[in-house]
């Protein structure tokens, strides 16, 4: 709620083009989730080999997460799935049949990808495969830490989500005590499989690891004496924003506090931070933005945005000069209306970065710098009391990197392709505690 300590407040600026903007691109989202959750190869295992008895393929260890070329990204692209079928969708008409059947071209598409998308998260989140990654997590207690500890509590947290939806008739999800009786999402004849049902199976046989990570959590948070700032999955900040925003849900409360006191310790006093100084060469974080971001989450209203004019002030010499401009400038859109090209960039505050290579997996990186900014910038406006006037800045400085992504999220190339679709949909319908 607005004002609250702690609490994620709304989902940031997004609107009904955002909206729109997802759903139209939700089977193509699915399709590239499913592709890379169920490609074993090729494969990049963080994996410390010990001896040559260790030599095994990925899924012998990770028989939930062995796909998506590593293991967190195999992660958040299962809480892509779930997020996905979290969107309101209309029930099947009478020639949804026969759609389905035209377009039967690709894994998600052939018997509709919800279909598809439930039976191969069936497959993938039973209770023995994540006891086993659970295991594995416990044994070797530094790896994916941070960044791969944060997808699975949201990825549990997802799960939460889902198993309490109903739909309501017009096929817009209904809350538990709205006006619409419940009515399941999934249109399956025995109740027993609809999917909320299904869901609180995922959940249930995820708490295990989830409550594995959060012993993780409270071990490491003690030892943390700095925090990792740099743009990349080590990035402290970002882990610690999904944190907050999946504990609850993920059935893990006793995380709030310790990682609320580790936020307030490593980053509220911080203050004077240069946006001038990014991007680093394969940066897919801001970590200006990513401080921010978690910072919004621990102070009331007012405190953060009197916090952020310390923090930032390149933002309000921007804002000054977004006024003096009548406005954005040209960096989002050209003067016919149009949008800005992939990885050119544009004037204004934090414009999207020049990408020379996007078939590099390093440099790629920077296209997904372009969506976690476009994500981060409409929260941090939207955490703003309403008559804030660094929230025209921050909008259209979102607008601008998520124009220059958007178009690339499915390219074709399995470099980007294994992951980007996940911050595309933070960008464009909030963070993982926005639904």
């Given amino acids: ?26 089977p193509l ?10 490609r074993e190869y090729p494969n990049a295992p963080a994996h410390l080999i010990a001896d040559p008895t260790e030599l095994v393929p990925p899924r012998t260890y990770h028989p939930a997460f062995y796909g998506a070329y590593d293991w967190h990204s195999s992660v958040h692209m299962h809480w892509l799935l779930i997020r996905l079928l979290r969107l309101p969708h209309p029930p099947p008409g009478p020639g949804a049949d026969a759609a389905q059947s035209a377009s039967a071209s690709s894994p998600a598409q052939a018997p509709g990808w919800r279909e598809t998308a439930i039976r191969t998260l069936e497959a993938h989140l039973t209770a023995g495969a994540l006891a086993q990654e659970a295991a594995y997590l416990r044994d070797r207690p530094s790896f994916e830490r941070p960044y791969g500890w944060a997808w699975l509590l949201a990825l549990t947290s997802e799960s939460t989500a889902l198993s309490s939806e109903s739909t309501a008739p017009n096929g817009e999800s209904s809350a538990p005590g709205s006006e619409h009786p419940p009515k399941a999402r999934y249109p399956l004849q025995d109740e027993s499989t609809a999917l909320p049902a299904v869901a609180r199976r995922w959940r249930e046989a995820l708490a295990p690891a989830a409550a594995t990570v959060a012993d993780l959590v409270l071990g490491w948070l003690p030892k943390a004496t700095y925090p990792v700032r740099h743009g990349t999955h080590a990035n402290s900040a970002f882990s610690l924003g999904l944190i907050l925003d999946s504990a609850e849900r993920a059935g893990q409360e006793r995380l709030l506090e310790p990682v609320r006191a580790k936020v307030r310790e490593w980053y ?3 203050h004077g931070a240069a946006v001038r100084w990014e991007p680093s060469g394969q940066d897919f974080l801001s970590p200006v933005l990513c401080e921010a971001d978690v910072v919004r989450r621990v102070l009331s209203e007012p405190e953060f945005a009197e916090w952020l004019t310390r923090f930032l002030p390149e933002l ?8 003096a401009e009548g406005g954005p400038g040209s960096g989002s859109r050209n003067g016919n209306g149009g949008r800005t090209e992939p990885g050119t960039e544009c004037d204004g505050f934090m414009p999207p970065p020049r990408i020379s290579d996007p078939a590099d997996p390093q440099i790629g990186h920077l296209f997904g710098l372009c969506l976690s900014r476009a994500a981060a910038l409409r929260d941090l406006a939207g955490a703003l009391p309403p008559d804030d006037p660094r929230i025209p800045v921050l909008t259209a400085s979102a607008e601008a990197n998520l124009d220059a992504a958007l178009p690339v999220t499915a390219s074709g190339d399995f ?4 992951w980007l679709a996940t911050f595309a949909t933070l960008a464009l319908d909030g963070g993982v505690a926005a639904r």
């Fill in 316 to 323: 309000d010499k921007a804002t000054g000069a977004h006024h």
């Fill in 29 to 38: 989202f699915a399709e590239l989730a499913l592709t890379n959750v169920t």
């Fill in 1 to 26: 709620m607005p004002g609250t300590p702690g609490v994620s407040r709304g989902n940031g600026v997004r609107d009904d083009a955002s909206a729109a903007a997802l759903a139209a691109r939700a």
């Fill in 268 to 270: 509220v006093p911080d």
């Fill in 415 to 418: 470099t980007t392709d294994h």
